[in-house]
């Protein structure tokens, strides 16, 4: 009867541990932001979005965009994998707005990449991830 109990008690605390665990919030982006256009042009400048990206991002988001930087395990947010259909079918703007503005282990940049335009050449870099 003892045995009975004890996995009662362990199922209970297992599905309370599950039940109560908070899952990862979608991460909603200001319509203002999703429906912002890239003032830049993709194919012009993606050297200095690739310096840009190797500097405040591949830390943490890996050489390619796998979440698999050396940084990575420090971070408890899912770091996403630039290379998904998923991810890629995000507006520029989207994209735009979670690198610069960020969220919880996600840093804001505004000040340390004050011209947002440097910012744009980033996601022009990032978008080369899904190719």
Known sequence: ?????ALVVIGL?????????????????????EKMKNPTDPSVDLA???????KHCKSCH???GLGDGPKADEVDGDLGDFSTAE?????????????????DDMPNYEKKIPDEED?????????????
């Open 13 to 33: 605390i297992s599905f309370a541990f599950y039940a109560f665990t908070p899952v990862q919030d979608v991460w909603k982006v200001p319509a203002k932001y």
């Open 119 to 131: 910012v744009w050449l980033i996601v022009n870099y990032i978008r080369t991830m899904g190719e």
């Open 87 to 103: 991810f890629q079918s995000q507006s520029d703007g989207a994209v735009f707005y979670k690198s610069y503005i960020g969220r």
């Open 1 to 5: 009867m003892k045995t009975i109990k």
């Open 62 to 64: 890996g050489k390619t």
């Open 48 to 54: 200095i979005g690739k310096t840009l990206y190797n």
